[in-house]
Structures are given as structure tokens and as C-alpha cells.
């Protein structure tokens, strides 16, 4: 019996005694009993009547691997070499990482269920609930080096902001790698991150792998345990699919990675800066040890942030860069 398999059961919205459970998946009572408190571990409620029995409190819609796929248009499932889609993984940029140590992976997606070892950047733990997210990754060999992939985790964000705009919601994107969402007053709340990385030459052949982390839902249990405002796509459009939305995100990303390198960041720049969350505004830089106020102007061709302190004009590579708003 997998996680899986009794969430498919329980997510019909009627009612399942443990005996009816049982039979359907070939153990005991008990046994259901024990898979119903892991389910609480994740994150995952479920109720208990008695004379009715279990049901899921809200209904979960698990990763359909063939509906995915089958709601690609016809180029980018050309592209596609193989989607996974796996229960658990320690974090699906991990999994593909070992893909390219096989001596494949290249075009191939891992979305999961969940993780336990999910990553954001700077070493950040990616927190999400289980079946209750996007978290998935996607494997791409280049032939032109590092030196042609200048801005790609921006390019990213736009791909995510406009399939996200496609459903409905109100986003903005805060340099380097993160999407917020905009509520009905202005504030703004994370909604999804970006993880890049790369393996080859400045110059030469190399890998990527780039990780995106997407609130679809988030329990309240959840949001208590992340140190920043957070949103979830629930929040705004909560009758989104989270098939339907994995499969404009896999397909969007697919076209870019077909053509980045050849197109590079330029065509994504006016993009980006349209969503900027703080154009115009005061930031707080931190980099490195060193903090001060600066006017964000928005990205470059490259990707880098342009920052006016004082009247100097200043370009943010990346690195050990974050920033904020200025209260």
C-alpha cells in the first residue's frame, strides 16, 4: 500500500469504512489506521465518522503522469524525452542530477509528490505539503557553455508568471528567482521559487538542472513554519488543476529551453522588468557582509539587476545577493 493508492481512494469524497479500505488494498485495519496518521505527518486531514468512516477533508488531486502528457501541444512533447513522476524524492533536482551522472537526462522532467530534502537557494530548505504543490525539475544539455545562459532563471520566472496569469492570477517576479503574488491591497507574498544548477564549461558543453517549487495549496500548519509571507495558487484560483497547470508549466519551459540559447535573455528582459515587483522602488541590498538602500531600475540583457545608490549606477550579478523592500 502506497501513499498514493489510499489518498486515491479517500479523495472521492464519500465516506470508507477501514474494513472497506482494507480488502480494496490487501491489508488490515490497523494497517490503515497507521497509513491515516502518516497521512496527518504530511500534512494531510482526514475525518472519521463512526458508522461511516474515513474521508480526506479536502479532496487531493494527485500527478497524472498520461494526463500530463497527453495535454502537451505537439512541439514541446516532441522535446520532451521523459517525464517521471515519482511519490517521493529526496528533491527532484537531486534525481536529475543522477540522471546526468547516467549518462542521460537530457529533456527529461522529475515531478513529486513530495520531497524530504527539497532546496531553495542559498542553501534554503524547500518546504511544501504533500501532493499539495508543484515541485518538479527539468534537464537540459547546452552546447554553447555558461557564458549563453546569462538570465535563465529569469526566464524562467517569466514562463512561470504567464502560465500562472493564463489561470487567473495576479503575480510579480522579485529578482533573481522568486514569483510573488499580488493581493487585492498590494501585498505581496511568495508563491514560487527557482533553483538553477549547472554542471560544464563557461565555453564549452554543460548540464542544467532547474528546480521549481510552486504553492498550490499550503495548510496553515505550513505557512506557520516558513519564516517569510507566502501565498498559494488555492488562494486566488482555487479550482486550478494541478495537472492541467503542471502541463502548461512543462510545456512552456520546454519551448524556452529549445530556445534560449539561441535567443538568450534579450528576449525576456522587457518581460521580466513588466512584472518587476520593486521597479522604481527603495531596496535594501544585502551582499556579502556589506547592506544599503538603492533604487531598483530593473534587469539588464544579462540578467543583472541595475540598483541606483546615491548616483552611482550598480549591476547585481547574483551570488550572495538578496534583497527586500524598504519599510
Known amino acids: 500500500m502506497t501513499t498514493s493508492e489510499l489518498i486515491r481512494l479517500l479523495s472521492d469524497g464519500d465516506y470508507h469504512s477501514g474494513e472497506q479500505l482494507g480488502k480494496q488494498l490487501g491489508v488490515s485495519r490497523t494497517a490503515i489506521w497507521k497509513q491515516l496518521k502518516k497521512l496527518e505527518v504530511l500534512g494531510i486531514s482526514s475525518e472519521a465518522i463512526k458508522g461511516l468512516g474515513y474521508r480526506l477533508v479536502s479532496p487531493i488531486e494527485l500527478l497524472d503522469g498520461p494526463r500530463i502528457v497527453s495535454a502537451l501541444s505537439k512541439e514541446p512533447r516532441q522535446h520532451l524525452a521523459r517525464l517521471f513522476v515519482e511519490e517521493s ?6 534525481f536529475l542530477r543522477e540522471r546526468f551522472a547516467q ?5 527529461e522532467i522529475c515531478i513529486a509528490e513530495g520531497q524530504s530534502a527539497g532546496r531553495g537557494r542559498r542553501g534554503r ?13 527539468i534537464a537540459w544539455r ?15 520566472g517569466v514562463v512561470i508568471a504567464q502560465v500562472l496569469e493564463q489561470h487567473g492570477l495576479r503575480v510579480a517576479l522579485k529578482w533573481p528567482n522568486d514569483v510573488l503574488m499580488l493581493s487585492a491591497d498590494g501585498e505581496k507574498r511568495k508563491l514560487a ?24 495549496v499550503l495548510p496553515s500548519s505550513l ?39 539561441k535567443d538568450g535573455f534579450g ?3 522587457k518581460k521580466w522588468n513588466q512584472r518587476n515587483a520593486y521597479l522604481g522602488c527603495a531596496i535594501e541590498v544585502t551582499q556579502n557582509a556589506q547592506r544599503y538602500t538603492a533604487i531598483d531600475e530593473g534587469v539588464d540583457d544579462e540578467g543583472n539587476l541595475c540598483v541606483r ?19
Open 267 to 269: 528576449a525576456w528582459q
Open 193 to 216: 521559487g527557482v533553483l538553477v544548477e549547472l554542471n560544464g564549461d563557461v565555453s564549452g558543453a554543460c548540464e542544467i538542472v532547474a528546480g521549481i517549487g510552486l504553492n498550490i
Open 103 to 107: 549518462g542521460v537526462g537530457h529533456a
Open 223 to 261: 505557512r506557520e513554519q516558513l519564516d517569510q509571507p507566502v501565498a498559494a495558487v488555492a488562494d486566488q484560483s482555487p479550482r486550478v488543476s494541478r495537472n492541467i497547470l503542471a502541463a502548461g508549466l512543462i510545456e512552456a519551459l520546454l519551448s524556452l529551453m529549445a530556445s534560449f540559447e
Open 142 to 156: 547546452f552546447d554553447g557553455g555558461a557564458v549563453t545562459l546569462k538570465g535563465l532563471s529569469l526566464a524562467i
Open 89 to 94: 524524492v529526496t528533491s527532484t533536482n537531486s
Open 309 to 327: 545608490r546615491d548616483n552611482e549606477l550598480l549591476r547585481l550579478v547574483g551570488g550572495e545577493i538578496s534583497l527586500r523592500a524598504r519599510s
Open 125 to 137: 530548505q524547500w518546504l511544501s505539503a504533500w501532493g499539495q504543490g508543484l515541485t518538479f525539475s
